[in-house]
């Protein structure tokens, strides 16, 4: 027993904020609403956004309403036609009161109301291998902390990059099924026609090529965590099977009679808004419910950019050898700052290598091209890029072009461009939003 003074166990804050409803008052989404407490509300026609319009005058990612003490904030992230307030077109303006605002042909009625919201913040910068200093991601681990002793079923969304998957570990690592299996399934990385056999396990014969029987990830995972990496991608008529699993706690191989019973706790995650997809029909709202008992969203980085030097300080500090925070430029500090980060943290990690590569250019692909040449060059002056990251963007690079060539071959069309890559067309999709080629058709 120590014989020193007892150490003090900080506080939480709770910290209010008033809820905000945003609603679609004209155009043709009319209707549609969305409430918020302290959390911004994205506006536009792309899937993850929290208001999604089908309006053609609408951009993808047309505008941000973000909740401040100054009043809502109002920007305009990347639209054509603009944000239209009182007859005036703004940019990025705090607007205090109710208003209205006109985003194409649609109208968004803003209105503050009276119901507010707490919300714990916990003294902590780091939860497992996540980080973080800003208030969302205080308020995320204190979230993340309360429910890891339980044992609900959680959901985690957020965009791309946002570290979810380590979300989901570090959870797995707090639970009391931290010494059990944690398995990992990539919903969107397996063809359809293979995902039950993959989760639930086939017996001999059950199909053409069965020649033995197969444990599946839910059997593997019994007593610990399955984490179901872009559960929105799962297809709409495998829902039912794995809603049935997580209410009997049971599973049958894929041409078995028998029931296993399992013991497996879920996590699971997606960059989909999936109140949207249920919305849309793309979903079952009977598995949105049970998988959302626990409900966490890991913010975008450029949510809390305060916490952009931690980050850093943190990805140099991985580097062999280690670098420091004064290693960095001031102007590639402005650069970084300056930028939107549409990658997130997965974004920046990938800046900070090639940081030590290429210093003057973090922000590009790092691969130097020479004029004369189609082959990319993997020296730039005295600096020699590792074979690890020249290994890794050489792949982007040919994803990025192989998947320019079968689109163009099958017109765009996702699914026969997905047969012709014989790949699974949710993979197919998830390559193309990696590399900003769209939703597809």
């Known amino acids: 027993m120590s014989d020193g003074p007892t150490r003090a166990r900080p506080v939480p804050t709770v910290v209010r904020y008033a809820k905000t409803r945003v609603s679609v008052t004209r155009g043709p989404n009319v209707g549609i609403s969305h409430e918020s407490a302290g959390l911004p509300i994205r506006v536009g026609t792309a899937p993850d956004n929290e208001i999604v319009l089908t309006d053609d005058t609408v951009s993808r990612r047309h505008a941000e309403l ?3 003490p100054l009043g809502m904030r109002v920007r305009d992230v990347a639209s054509t036609n603009g944000i239209m307030l009182g007859g005036l077109r703004i940019r990025d303006a705090f607007v205090s009161g109710d208003f209205q605002v006109a985003l194409g042909e649609t109208w968004l009625a803003v209105n503050w109301l009276e119901e507010t919201v707490g919300r714990i913040q916990v003294a902590l910068d780091r939860y497992g291998d996540v980080l973080g200093k800003a208030p969302r991601m205080r308020e995320l681990f ?4 309360r429910i890891a002793a339980t ?5 985690i969304e957020g965009e791309t990059g946002t570290g979810k998957d380590l979300v989901a570990e570090a959870v797995h690592s707090d639970s009391p099924r931290s010494g059990e299996p944690f398995v990992v399934f990539d919903c969107g990385a397996v063809a359809a026609t293979v995902i039950e056999s993959e989760l639930f396990g086939h017996e001999r014969g059950a199909f053409t090529g069965a020649q033995g029987t197969h444990i599946g990830l839910f059997e593997q995972a019994n007593g610990g965590t399955l984490f179901l990496d872009e559960i929105g991608e799962l297809p709409l008529e495998l829902q039912p099977k794995l809603l049935r699993v997580l209410e009997k706690r049971e599973i049958r191989r894929v041409g078995g009679r028998n029931t296993i ?4 706790r879920i996590i699971a995650a997606t960059n989909r808004n999936l109140r949207t997809e249920v919305q849309k029909g793309a979903f079952r709202q009977d598995l949105y419910f049970r998988l959302a008992q626990g409900h966490v969203l890991v913010p975008a980085l450029r949510d809390r950019m305060e916490d952009l030097e931690q980050l850093v300080e ?3 500090a991985q580097e062999r050898p280690p670098k420091q925070l004064s290693d960095v430029p001031p102007d590639v500090w402005e650069m970084f700052r300056a930028h939107r980060w549409p990658g997130n943290v997965r974004e920046l990690r990938n800046a900070v290598q090639r940081l030590t590569i290429t210093p003057t250019r973090p922000l590009t692909t790092g691969v130097v091209t020479d004029a ?4 990319p060059t993997w020296v730039d002056g005295d600096s020699v890029m590792s074979l690890r990251l020249a290994r890794r963007q050489a792949g982007d690079d040919f994803e990025r072009a192989y998947l320019d060539q079968v689109l163009a071959r099958s017109e765009g069309n996702v699914t026969r461009a997905a047969a012709l890559a014989e790949v699974s067309r949710q993979m197919m999709q998830k390559l193309m939003r990696k590399h900003g080629l ?3 058709r």
């Open 372 to 375: 004369n040449s189609a082959s």
């Open 261 to 264: 019973a399992v013991d497996v």
């Open 314 to 316: 943190h990805f140099l």
């Open 142 to 145: 204190g979230d993340l902390d």
């Open 438 to 440: 769209g939703e597809g």
């Open 151 to 155: 044992d609900v079923t959680l959901l």
């Open 66 to 68: 973000e909740p401040t």
